[in-house]
Each structure stands twice: as C-alpha cells, then as structure tokens.
C-alpha cells in the first residue's frame, strides 16, 4: 500500500462534504459506517422512546389529560380546602395554568406559569389550596388563623398545581406551589418585566397568598368570611404586597400562544391621601391601592362547574 494514499478529498479537508459515500471517492467507507451506526442509533432511541419528539408528546399527554373537579362538600356555596379547582381571570377569559417543560436554567425545579384559554379541566389548570403553616423563623404575630374548612378572606394559604401534570421522569415530584418575588436584575416575567410568578417546591412565605375582596373599604370588614365560589376576588402576594396579575399580553410556548402571568397592581397610581395617613401613624383601609380587572380572579370548583 502507498504512504501517499489520500484518505480524505480535497473538498473535505477544507471543511466541505462535496461527495456522499455512494460516491467511492477518498473517505467514502467511513462515511458510510459513520451512517450506519447513526442509523442504529435512531431505530433504538425510537424504540425505547427517548426521541425528542416522543419526550415531547408524553409531556404533552400529562399535562393535558383530563381531570374533574373535586370538592370537599359536594353542594356547598364556597371554596374548600382541598377542593381542585381552577382559577379563572376575568381579564382575559382564561384560566392559570403550568408549563411544567419551561424550566428556569437556574433552578430545575422552577417552571413556568400562563394563562390558557384552554377551559377544559385538566392536570395543568387545575390547582388546591393548602393552609400555610409558617416555620419558626417568621413572625406570626399579624397573622390572622382561622379554624374553619372553607376558605376565609385575610386567610393565608398555598396554591398547589394538581399532581397529575407532573406524572413525567424529567419533573420533579415534589409538591409544586405558586410563587413570586421582588423585582431584580435575575427575576421578572418574559414580556412585561413586572415580577415573575412561577412554580416551585417553595412552602415559604415567598408562596404565601391572601385571598381579599375586590373593594379595599371592605376587606377589614369581610376578613373571616367564607369565600364563595365564583365570586371575583384578588389575590394578594404576602411578602411583596403585590396582586396576581394577567394584563392579557400575549406569550408563547409549548401550547401556543397564551397570556403572561405576573404579580402587578393594576391600580390608580394616586397614593396622596394614603401618605398622608401614613405620616400621620394612621392606616384607613379605604385608602389601600386596588387593582383593576387585571387583578379579578375567579374559582371555579364542581358546585358551580355543573
């Protein structure tokens, strides 16, 4: 065999494939184990089902099928603990839900959330309450507690996505909750840089939320009370004071196009009178900022479903 046997052709050498291995021409029969084994490879992750696009559609199966919406009382009037159910914004006409495939690549076990005009329950709009129980570093003392199975306006609870969407290897298992936090130069929403809401294994106070009625003159006085189902309320985040926000701006993903999810007031920026009160030492509830209809949620649960 000559020392001067040219393996490669000229075209390859300098980076360029001009010839496929049918041709029998330098490197030929390489190429052509080269696809072979690439061949082999395809047919056996097809096989075992680890093909991007086979991820993908299981993936997409957890997340859509469908599940019912359950109630602790079946015929009761108001929101239960443990009842699954969605929420709906009365902005948008579109329910909360998880994209739990959207991850943070800072934090694996942090996942995405949006407004979907998918209505049909499902494992990924579908969510239950869960009485926060705060841990021995954080200061109970303004905290209102209340005894009671239904949900209560001024009570503080978490917001749980259904189990059932994360049926998938690549998610984690651990209970998943509502969370948002300050804005800052690593944490805002994709579209409208206000602060982010997303879901993580968080039981903190960063997950915390209150649910309070629409109108400031009478949270105090409503603060106890059950809340209805299908009643319009906000929900306002403990540790940054802001509300649960769908401003109806359009963001894509997985599932299409649907609606950012942030935490943002959509009020009045006039904070003169309540100033005013503050310089004085005095708090005047009427005074307190509400939201706009960005801010107005709904919880839809089997009673008023059916």
Not at 62 to 77: D, F, H, I, R, Y
Not at 130 to 158: A, I, R
Not at 171 to 181: G, H, R, V
Request: proline share 4%; net charge neutral; aromatic share 8%.
């Amino acid at each position: 065999i000559s020392s001067n046997m040219q393996y490669y052709t000229r075209q390859q050498l300098q980076g360029s494939a001009k010839y496929s291995p049918q041709t029998h021409v330098g490197n030929w029969n390489e190429d052509k184990m080269i696809q072979e084994v690439k061949l082999r490879e395809f047919i056996a992750r097809k096989e075992s089902g680890a093909l991007s696009s086979d991820q993908h559609a299981v993936r997409m199966r957890a997340a859509l099928q469908s599940v019912p919406l359950t109630t602790v009382k079946p015929g009761g009037e108001h929101v239960y603990l443990g009842d699954v159910f969605q929420l709906l914004s009365c902005e948008t006409n579109a329910v909360i839900s998880a994209n739990l495939a959207d991850k943070d690549p800072r934090d694996p076990e942090s996942h995405s959330v949006t407004c979907s005009q998918i209505a049909q329950p499902c494992a990924r709009n579908t969510f239950s309450l869960v009485k926060y129980t705060p841990d021995q570093s954080h200061n109970t003392t303004f905290m209102s507690n209340f005894d009671k199975e239904e949900l209560c306006y001024g009570q503080t609870v978490l917001i749980q996505i259904n189990p059932v969407a994360q049926e998938h290897f690549d998610i984690t298992q651990k209970p998943l909750f509502l969370t948002s936090s300050i804005v800052d130069t690593n944490h805002f929403s994709k579209v409208t840089n206000n602060q982010e809401v997303r879901l993580t294994p968080s039981t903190g106070y960063a997950s915390a939320w209150k649910v309070v009625p629409l109108r400031a003159i009478h949270r105090e006085v409503a603060e106890g009370e059950p809340v209805a189902a299908g009643a319009a309320v906000a929900l306002k985040h403990c540790a940054t004071n802001a509300d649960l926000c769908c401003l109806g701006v359009n963001q894509k993903n997985d599932f299409g196009t649907e609606f950012e999810m942030c935490c943002y007031t959509a009020g009045s920026s006039g904070k003169r009178w309540k100033l005013h009160k503050e310089v004085l030492g005095k708090h005047d509830a009427q005074y307190d900022v509400e939201g706009g209809s960005p801010n107005h949620f709904v919880f839809i649960t089997r009673n008023i479903a059916q």
